[in-house]
């Protein structure tokens, strides 16, 4: 499942230097996840790493973007090549 940031985003931008997909980016007026991108951080650490930097705790997952552990690991090799 993809991740998906609320509108209680207070715009602080930790989280996009986190994002080894580069799957997050400002929007108007708060920061957004491009679901096609956005793997959870599977295949490189044990938990997404922008939830764990977010201070409001505002990432949540995106209930319209169900995807499997191994679903989430095709979609890294295929962003990835590896």
């Given amino acids: 499942m993809a991740l998906m940031i609320v509108d209680e985003c207070?715009?602080?931008?930790?989280?996009?230097?986190e994002c080894p997909n580069n799957a997050?980016?400002?929007g108007d007026p708060i920061y957004v996840i491009n679901p096609d991108m956005?793997?959870?951080c599977v295949g490189f650490y044990n938990e997404p790493q922008c939830v764990?930097?977010?201070p409001v705790d505002v990432i949540i997952?995106?209930?319209a973007h169900q995807e499997?552990?191994?679903e989430l690991l095709?979609?890294?090799k295929r962003i990835h090549g590896e």
């Fill in 38 to 40: 956005c793997t959870e």
């Fill in 68 to 70: 499997s552990k191994d």
């Fill in 10 to 17: 207070i715009s602080c931008g930790l989280c996009v230097e």
């Fill in 61 to 63: 997952p995106d209930p």
């Fill in 52 to 54: 764990k930097v977010c």
């Fill in 74 to 76: 095709e979609k890294k």
């Fill in 24 to 26: 997050i980016s400002e």
